[in-house]
């Protein structure tokens, strides 16, 4: 009013030619209603002012658009802009109640006031059944408006009984969470029948839309919350100063801070204050890269900082994330603590295999030479005895030579050949047992010196032929005449080979009262005869 009339001062002093303003007025129902008054003088012929001429123009509607848009100009979010937008339609429409109500989670058939206005205070919020109530009829994006009556269109709605309802107006915040499930409401109601039906008309469908848009920002953006809580892996949201937008329940428990403690924070408070400078660095040089595209680093190891002051080993990867606020990175960090505990534990026992097997080797390495030199002592020993042995028996064997030149009589010939038998034999295992040392010993030669086959096979099975007549069985000698003479070999151990098999097949040939026969043939294989 005291602009108006300082207004009024100007134009009459003729300071300017005319003026307006905006203001709320009553009509004779009772109803409110915004105006624009434009306000000029008529004057008379001296110029003085004779009377002012106004003209009045209708702008509710647009003063109440204005007004809504500048309240839905907020940064509130959640519940708080819900109760805020409630508080707005009442104050705009000059009605008692305005609401905002969804259904409840698993239960559709069962609403819940998110926030509830009534005669301009904020009050607790309730859950109410559905059935019988004029919410039930809003399942579109269609106005449903009752300006009177509504007690008597709705008899078993409680609700409105118990609060007086009279005149009703709501329309559906969008479409329900799923198939089946009715939408949320932003509605008004109040004590009389509604007044002022065209503002309801015009400004309720119009914040709906608006209030729809940022619920379903808000849904979007907790189902995001959401997923990032359900991981097990700690989730940062950092923006381009790397401070902490959002962090996931895993990362507040790993660090251990308060839910919703770490938003606001500088990133470097997840860090022990040694090693702040280098990740800094690292983390920017990161985001300042010049590629505009989504990218990731690999998984670095870091030391972390919990809010108790206990630092822990951490693996940390970042990724970049265009958004609607501008750049920001995205952060996932593991505790590695019990892998690096399985690593240390691995390392030691590796360490301890490692002694315990280099002992071990120590120990068979020792044994082995031990066992190499007993081997090397006892080949040693063998061919010294066997050494010592052939030396008087081949004194033995020369007398018993000697021996046969003199007469003796049947008996005693006898008697010496089978004197001669045993010392051959006795040498024969001498042979033998100085063989195997010099095998142990890796010392046996086989020569390559002329050999008479056909002779040796002969000589062998003539020495053997006592042997088997004394047996009773029949030993038989074949050997073919085109046996090359001579040929290449060692004919001392081809006849200790002969000599043993040879052998062998008189003594296990032989049977009771006679009838045995062993077979002796030397053949050539013509593939292999060389001239």
């Known amino acids: 009013r005291a602009e108006s009339h300082s207004q009024r001062q100007r134009l009459e002093a003729g300071e300017v030619p005319s003026f307006q303003f905006e203001k709320r007025y009553l009509r004779k129902s009772g109803e409110p209603v915004w105006a624009r008054l434009n306000v000029c003088a008529v004057r008379d012929s001296a110029g003085a002012v004779e009377y002012t001429v106004a003209v009045i123009e209708n702008i509710h509607l647009r003063k109440l658009t204005q007004l809504a848009r500048q309240a839905l100009d907020t940064e509130l979010t959640g519940d708080a802009f819900l109760r805020h937008i409630t508080q707005t339609l009442s104050e705009l429409l000059e009605l008692e109640f305005a609401f905002v109500s969804e259904p409840v989670p698993d239960s559709p058939r069962r609403f819940e006031m998110r926030a509830l206005c009534v005669d301009g205070r904020i009050v607790e919020n309730f859950s109410y059944d559905l059935a019988g109530t004029p919410c039930e009829l809003v399942t579109d994006n ?21 609060l007086g309802i009279e005149s009703y107006a709501a329309v559906a915040l969008g479409k329900g969470r ?16 509604l007044r002022n039906l065209e503002a309801v008309q015009t400004l309720l469908p119009w914040i709906a839309a608006r209030v729809s848009d940022d619920l379903a920002r808000k849904r979007e953006a907790q189902k995001f919350r959401d997923l990032v809580d359900g991981s097990p892996t700690a989730v940062f949201l950092i923006d381009a100063q790397f401070t902490i ?42 985001v300042e890269a010049e590629s505009g595209a989504p990218e990731s680093t690999g998984a670095d190891e870091i030391w972390g900082l919990r809010s108790n002051g206990s630092f822990f ?42 002694d315990a097997v280099a002992s071990r080797t120590t120990e068979l390495l020792r044994a082995r030479d031990e066992a190499l030199q007993a081997s090397r002592a006892k080949s040693a020993f063998l061919a010294t005895m066997s050494h010592e042995i052939r030396t008087p028996m081949n004194g033995v064997v020369g007398m018993i030579d000697v021996l046969e030149q003199t007469r003796l009589e049947d008996e005693q010939v006898e008697i010496v050949q089978t004197v001669r038998q045993s010392a051959h034999a006795l040498l024969a295992i001498v042979d033998d047992v100085l063989d195997f040392s010099k095998i142990e010993a890796g010392h046996l030669q086989v020569d390559r010196e002329p050999v008479d086959v056909v002779g040796v096979v002969e000589a062998v099975c003539d020495t053997l032929a006592p042997l088997a007549s004394g047996k009773g069985t029949e030993l038989m000698l074949f050997t073919d005449p085109a046996i090359p003479r001579p040929v290449v070999g060692d004919a001392m151990r081809l006849r200790q080979v002969l000599l043993n098999l040879a052998g062998n097949a008189i003594k296990f040939s032989s049977v009771e009262g006679g009838g045995g026969r062993v077979s002796v043939r030397a053949t050539t294989l013509a593939s292999e005869v060389q001239p």
């Open 142 to 162: 269609k106005l449903r408006v009752y300006a009177d009556g509504v007690q008597r269109h709705f008899p078993d709605d409680a609700l409105a009984a118990s």
């Open 313 to 354: 080993p951490a693996q940390i990867q970042l990724r970049t994330l265009p958004t609607a606020e501008g750049r920001m990175t995205i952060a996932y960090v593991q505790d590695i603590t019990e892998r690096k505990q399985a690593q240390a534990a691995l390392h030691l026992h590796n360490e301890e295999l490692e």
């Open 245 to 286: 937008c959002m962090s996931s329940r895993a990362g507040e428990q790993m660090f251990g801070w308060e839910p919703q403690g770490l938003v606001g924070q500088a990133l470097a408070v997840l860090f022990p204050q040694d090693y702040q400078a280098a990740y800094a660095a690292q983390f920017r040089r990161y």
């Open 178 to 193: 799923a198939p089946g499930v009715p939408p949320s409401i932003l509605g008004v109601m109040s004590r009389r029948p």
